[in-house]
């Protein structure tokens, strides 16, 4: 079946159960302290799934009073390295034994496909864990030989209680980029899902407690942006947030650390990813990339390659197979194994999506394929492809987050990294050749926390990605993400005949 066959694929397969809905603080699922509550909705259909409970100010304050306990007075930040791993360990396992519900909670809520849950998002999540629980007790500073008869130490110290400020695209795999180096680092963290997604964290939180850890090290407080969100990232007692999310939020976030208590940030922010083609690539295999880069998890990827890139002599057959390859998606409940592309997440980000295609159309690029919603029922997008894209166009500058592509010639290698750069943000890159001096040539060039040569979209906890320009700073995954949640402390004393004696 086609893009246009999502109707026929309905209804939609039984939603799972829904066995947790309140904040969870200091080890115990709570109401907000307004009794509030929102509903989170289904992106199939846009029902209601669940009443959640709505989190603001007060119950930041109690969260963060519970992880500041728990770092203040509580064994994690205390007990060894190896025994956080231990735990950690432990919780990773708890989650793969929950695969299956995790996987239809993250579908139902964030309308991404079943299958892949199943085998990328929540095994990604437990290797993730693995990863920083095996780096939690290999923490170490340096040694110094100082001047004036001084030796000194450094000790990489947990910088305290930790606020993580995630987004809905991938709410399980982005929330542990941040949260597990912030457990091995031993941090204690209040954590605020999306408004969007808020299903997986707080069942999350219910397998940390079974694999005992402390009570107050995770809290989870469910709650819009701009109440939740913004007390957390002003809260006077927050050491530190790490935030994903859009560049127009990370702008918020950084003010609300310059006007609270200066603390630290990292963010990860929005992208306008190049992948660039080159004539002598396979085209099949391009062709496969681009498809990738630019629909996976329907568009709703910070480093999606949206902008593609193609040298003269490769265009007119990347194009005819790229097309025919986005004809061939399947948009559906991305409960049924056959669908190759679900729903977007809510109504608003539905017709933002729609509306940057209008723009495309009015600002006179070429439409090949899509290019509209998809059946009368719920979020989806039929896979859109533009081409004759110029490079000052909306579509080429702004970040849509949904499944449209925008082709753009070029003629030379100086061409394409000039136009791989014309951008303000500097998230991720792709380049397709099999010309060694090109690839290295193009990824000295290209201004991007990532560049993937002849792959995309290829993650692993050992590989750092994060930001340069408008994408934000400091680095998610690998071993540089245990820095956001350490910091040094110098440690000096003076020797035997040091003219300190
Ligand atoms: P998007 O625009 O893609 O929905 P956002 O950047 O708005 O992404 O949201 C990412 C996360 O930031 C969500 O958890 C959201 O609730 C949170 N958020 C939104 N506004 C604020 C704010 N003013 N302060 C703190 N967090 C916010």
């Known amino acids: 079946m086609g893009s246009e066959g999502k109707g026929e694929r309905l209804p939609q397969a039984k939603l799972p159960e829904i066995k947790f809905t309140k904040l969870f603080i200091n080890g115990h699922f709570v109401d907000a302290v307004s009794g509030k509550t929102f509903d989170t909705i289904d992106p199939r259909t846009g029902e209601a799934i669940a009443k959640i409970a709505e989190g603001d100010k007060e119950d930041i304050d109690l969260a963060v009073k519970a992880a500041r306990e728990a770092f203040d007075k509580g064994p994690w930040p205390r007990m060894p390295g190896s025994q956080r791993g231990r735990l950690m360990m432990k919780f990773a396992d708890l989650i793969d034994q929950n695969v299956d519900e995790l996987g ?76 597990a180096p912030a457990l091995a680092a031993g941090c204690t963290v209040v954590v605020k899902p999306a408004e969007q997604t808020p299903l997986t964290a707080l069942y999350f939180a219910h397998l940390a407690k079974l694999a005992d850890i402390p009570d107050g090290v995770i809290n989870v407080v469910t709650g819009f942006g701009p109440t939740a969100g913004a007390a957390l990232a002003s809260h006077m007692d927050v050491d530190k947030i790490s935030f994903i999310g859009s560049t127009e939020v990370g702008r918020l976030i950084m003010a609300a650390a310059g006007q609270s208590n200066l603390k630290s940030v990292t963010l990860e922010l929005g992208g306008k990813s190049p992948l660039i083609v080159f004539d002598d690539a396979d085209v099949d295999i391009a062709v496969d990339l681009a498809h990738k880069a630019c629909f996976f998890n329907k568009g709703e990827v910070c480093v999606a390659g949206t902008r593609i890139l193609l040298q003269e002599g490769i265009y007119d057959e990347f194009v005819k197979k790229c097309v025919a390859k986005a004809r061939a998606v399947v948009v559906g409940d991305p409960f049924d194994p056959t669908v190759t592309q679900g729903p977007q997440v809510d109504e608003k980000q539905f017709e933002k999506v729609l509306s940057y295609i209008e723009h495309g159309k009015r600002e006179g690029a070429t439409l090949l394929t899509g290019g509209k919603a998809c059946g009368d029922v719920g979020y ?23 499944p449209v592509m925008s082709l753009m010639k070029f003629k030379t290698i100086d061409e394409a990294i000039e136009k791989a750069n014309k951008t303000q943000y500097g998230l991720a890159s792709g380049i397709v050749t099999k010309d060694i001096n090109v690839a290295n040539t193009v990824a000295r060039s290209v201004r991007a926390g990532s560049v993937w040569i002849n792959c995309y979209l290829a993650f692993d906890p050992d590989c750092p990605y994060g930001g340069y320009k408008m994408s934000g700073f400091g680095r998610n995954l690998g071993l540089h993400a245990l820095d956001n949640f350490l910091q040094v402390k110098s440690v000096v004393t003076p020797v035997h005949n040091s003219p300190w004696l």
Do not use: Q
């Open 104 to 179: 239809a909670l993250e579908a139902v809520d964030a309308g991404k496909l079943l299958f892949l849950n199943k085998i990328v998002d929540i095994p990604f999540v437990s290797g993730s864990l693995r990863y920083y629980a095996g780096a939690a007790d290999k923490i170490h500073g340096e040694t110094l030989k100082l001047n004036n008869g001084l030796i000194g130490h450094t000790w990489r110290e947990p910088m305290g209680v930790a606020g993580l400020i995630i987004p809905w695209n991938f709410p399980s795999l982005l929330l542990f980029s941040c949260l």
């Open 380 to 402: 989806y997008i039929e896979p859109t492809i533009f081409a004759d894209v110029k490079d000052d166009m909306i579509i080429a500058k702004e970040e849509i987050f949904g």
